[in-house]
């Protein structure tokens, strides 16, 4: 897995989005893969209650026919967590303040999901490679 790949797309959704305080990736069992967090901010305690609480909202979203979850925000009242689902297998969490703008965040999001989700199951170096081997390189 390319770890300076997957934080220049933590970094770069928070310079497309003002107001995210911090970012993080863990695997779908809750194991912290990529964290930048505030030092106030326990990264690994973030990572497994993103995953319990995706999971519950996955298995929700599944028992009452609504499909395949992609996201849930929890509102607070210094501002929210949106948690989104990478794949099958991964999750990442965007903690913001209460001046981020929530319907910003999901767009910009989705492009940074599917990339993020190349780089961990490692097809971002596969389809470079592709890429490159059509241009003659």
Do not use: N, W
Not at 38 to 67: K, Y
Request: with cysteine; hydrophobic share 45%.
């Amino acid at each position: 897995m390319d770890h300076k790949a997957l934080a220049r797309e933590m970094r770069g959704l928070r310079e497309q989005v003002s107001g995210i305080t911090d970012t993080a990736v863990a695997a779908a069992d809750g194991l912290l893969i990529a964290a930048d967090t505030a030092d106030s901010i326990d990264p690994e305690g973030l990572a497994a209650l993103a995953a319990a609480g995706l999971g519950l909202a996955r298995r929700t979203a599944e028992a009452t026919a609504r499909g395949a979850l992609h996201r849930t925000v929890a509102y607070g009242s210094h501002g929210c967590a949106a948690f989104y689902a990478v794949g099958d297998t991964a999750l990442m969490v965007v903690l913001g303040d209460e001046g981020m703008d929530v319907d910003r965040l999901h767009t910009a999001t989705q492009p940074a999901l599917r990339r993020i989700d190349l780089i961990l199951t490692d097809r971002a170096g596969t389809a470079q490679q592709s890429e490159k081997a059509a241009e003659g390189v």
